[in-house]
Nanobody, 124 residues
Framework: QMQLVESGGALVQAGNSLRLSCAAS????????IGWFRQAPGKERDFVAA???????YYADAVKGRFTISRDNAKNTVYLQMNSLNPEDTAVYYC??????????????????WGQGTQVTVSS
């Protein structure tokens, strides 16, 4: 069993940056793929970024070059650094976990554990 808690969401102006954190319980955190997803009002939950247990990282085209996912296994925490934010980035951001290198990292159905989400609002 793994529990995930997101933090760092806020209201920011377009062009600014935010860093989200996903803190996880469990002693085998380093063995998990951690993904970030986001859900805007009235829309589906979409893939944002993922970090494999091996260290490989993956990004959605919409955030590539602006967002960076990183992990600190000693702290059981994954971060999502978000730069050059724009209003289209407004959403609830969720982190999710799946044991091993999740080859289906962009498919939310392939994650066993989810956090409660943190709100990011970008004003124009």
């Amino acid at each position: 069993q793994m529990q995930l808690v997101e933090s760092g969401g806020a209201l920011v102006q377009a062009g600014n940056s935010l860093r989200l954190s996903c803190a996880a319980s469990g002693r085998t955190f380093s063995s998990y793929t951690i993904g970030w997803f986001r859900q805007a009002p009235g829309k589906e939950r979409d893939f944002v970024a993922a970090s494999w247990s091996s260290g490989a990282t993956y990004y959605a085209d919409a955030v590539k070059g602006r967002f960076t996912i990183s992990r600190d296994n000693a702290k059981n925490t994954v971060y999502l650094q978000m730069n050059s934010l724009n209003p289209e980035d407004t959403a609830v951001y969720y982190c999710a976990a799946q044991l091993g290198n999740n080859y289906y990292y962009a498919d939310l159905r392939r994650y066993a554990y989810w956090g409660q989400g943190t709100q990011v609002t970008v004003s124009s």
